[in-house]
């Protein structure tokens, strides 16, 4: 959109007018008769929620069932991992491959009788969606299929992008050079994550708008187009593969974890060990050493405040991974937080064979 002296740039329009969609309706059809204004270049922002009721992709809570019990049991179904957890708050990885909490179902704007889970394959979604908005209004449009995410280490909420078809998720950077002239080495940008939060800013929470149009932005469609599978970061690239519970190596130079080959793994696995029998019980652990001592050590920290609760369960946690260790063949030697202060220390586990 344009006025005098304003240059141009990209404009986001709300479609309202849409149904409530059911297991079964036409979206693409809807659509089309909301917005039948779109044009070429345009990007079809459709929240991920249209797409799974269309679709079909709902539990029905059973008469009787309480909503959070078929929840927490669809949410079972949908993970493959738990990343973190506290409390009733679980962050997992989901069978599509995105890190989320409760596995992206939803229970808002929806009948309390169902539950709404994420799309089956929402990059293949998005492609039938462009396809048949072509075929309807001869147009050739980009989709991006949106859903809502917390984000690691930052409050709020925002839409990004879980299916996307016609255009590439990541713009690459890498190896442009910049105007003081350093070479970018990393840069990739999110595209299709910006386009989906755009698309929010005019569909809302609340609103009942389920789909926003994106225009003035141009990008030639990739091919191969592998829709949003680029901006999944697993495997080799995920910092943090056993969540908030992961022993992070500090403190200690490399040559100091060489003294002892294997003392990291033996900690590591002792620890999981350890907290899978208390899963709802925050600790979060650091490998490292004491400067001058013989031993390595892994400072214990917690996230809820010391009560007699929370002391006991650590000392449930702690136990565990003592007799995980011992039986690995390891010293250790636990001494409480009392001798180190610290408001969330709780204590100091020193492994190595000079223990006293």
Not at 13 to 30: K, T
Not at 153 to 182: F, K, M, Q, S, Y
Request: aromatic letters at 4%.
């Amino acid at each position: 959109m344009t006025g005098p002296g304003l240059p141009p740039g990209i404009s986001v329009h709300p479609v309202p007018g849409l149904p409530e969609f059911a297991p079964g309706d036409d979206l693409a059809a809807a659509i089309a008769g909301a917005a039948p204004w779109l044009a070429d270049d345009d990007v079809v922002v459709v929240t991920s929620k249209a797409v799974s009721k269309v679709e079909g992709n709902l539990v029905r809570i059973e008469p009787g069932t309480d909503r959070e019990t078929a929840r927490q049991q669809a949410i079972d179904a949908e993970t493959v991992r738990v990343v973190a957890r506290r409390g009733p708050l679980r962050i997992v990885e989901t069978r599509h491959g995105w890190v989320v909490a409760a596995a992206g179902i939803d229970a808002s704007n929806v009948a309390a009788d169902a539950l709404v889970l994420l799309p089956e394959d929402a990059d293949a979604s998005a492609r039938r969606l462009r396809d048949r908005l072509h075929g309807l209004l001869g147009v050739t449009v980009a989709v991006v299929v949106s859903d809502t995410f917390g984000r690691p280490w930052r409050d709020g909420v925002t839409d990004v992008a879980i299916g996307a078809a016609g255009l590439p998720a990541l713009v690459d950077h890498r190896g442009a050079v910049d105007p003081h002239g350093n070479r970018l080495e990393t840069t990739q940008v999110a595209v299709v994550d910006e386009l989906a939060a755009a698309g929010d800013l005019v569909k809302g929470k609340l609103g009942g708008i389920p789909v926003a149009v994106v225009r003035g932005l141009h990008v030639e469609a990739p091919v191969p187009d592998e829709g949003t599978r680029p901006l999944v970061r697993l495997g080799a690239g995920d910092l943090f593969p056993t969540g908030t519970r992961d022993l992070v190596a500090g403190r200690v130079p490399a040559p100091e974890l060489a003294r002892r080959p294997g003392a990291l793994a033996a900690v590591t696995d002792a620890f999981r060990v350890a907290v899978a029998a208390l899963p709802e019980f925050p600790v979060v652990f650091r490998y490292g050493s004491e400067e001058g001592d013989d031993g390595d050590v892994v400072d214990v920290h917690l996230a809820d405040p010391i009560t007699p609760a929370t002391s006991f369960s650590l000392g449930a946690v702690v136990g565990v991974a003592l007799v995980q260790l011992q039986a690995d063949g390891w010293a250790t030697r636990w001494e409480s937080a009392g001798t180190f202060g610290g408001a969330s220390l709780a204590g100091r586990l020193w492994l190595g064979t000079d223990t006293g």
